[in-house]
């Protein structure tokens, strides 16, 4: 059984954009992984690294050859965007490049994954997923518990995701 994760945090943004400790969000996630968890491998990309094509290899590792028994997660902090194509609103992750990693992207990539084996947490407003077809089996997504903004948390495909204490 594999226990792999990709741990994004993106803090700068670009004045005025930027956020405050997401990316100590993301090295404290991936540290609680790695002690609490015993993942076997960790990749934490922040700021810099967290661009498209660096979170799109980082997909690519964390989903290969994935098995039944296996536990992947994938973990943003950052914020999120909703835009508007072809009459449709979409959600999208934004990245440090500026670039884009919309919900329909990641969903596809998720697709043939063994059923139970990947979840989501998504730190961000406007998270995505929470609508889309792979986590119909376990759909959430809520405002943070005692929180007033429009941050979100979301657990995909995984029940066990979907209580937060």
């Not at 741990?7 to 400790?21: A, E, I, R």
């Not at 996630?29 to 980082?58: I, N, P």
């Not at 059923?115 to 077809?133: E, I, K, N």
């Not at 518990?145 to 429009?150: F, M, Y």
């Amino acid at each position: 059984m594999a226990k792999r994760a990709l741990v994004v945090g993106v803090s700068s943004y670009g004045f005025p954009n930027d956020l405050p400790s997401c990316a100590r969000d993301a090295e404290a996630f991936g540290s609680m992984l790695e002690t609490f968890y015993r993942f076997d491998h960790v990749r934490v990309l922040k700021d810099g690294e967290a661009t498209r094509d660096g979170v799109d290899r980082g997909l690519e590792r964390l989903f290969h050859d994935a098995e039944p028994n296996d536990r992947l997660v994938f973990f943003f902090s950052g914020t999120g965007c909703r835009f508007e194509k072809g009459g449709t609103i979409g959600e999208a992750l934004v990245l440090q490049d500026g670039r884009l990693l919309n919900d329909h992207h990641l969903t596809e990539r998720m697709e043939n994954l063994p059923p139970g084996v990947f979840t989501a947490v998504l730190d961000c407003c406007f998270s995505g997923l929470r609508s889309s077809r792979a986590c119909r089996a376990a759909p959430t997504s809520r405002t943070c518990p005692g929180s007033s903004s429009s941050r979100r948390w979301a657990g995909a495909c995984s029940p066990t995701t979907s209580r937060r204490s």
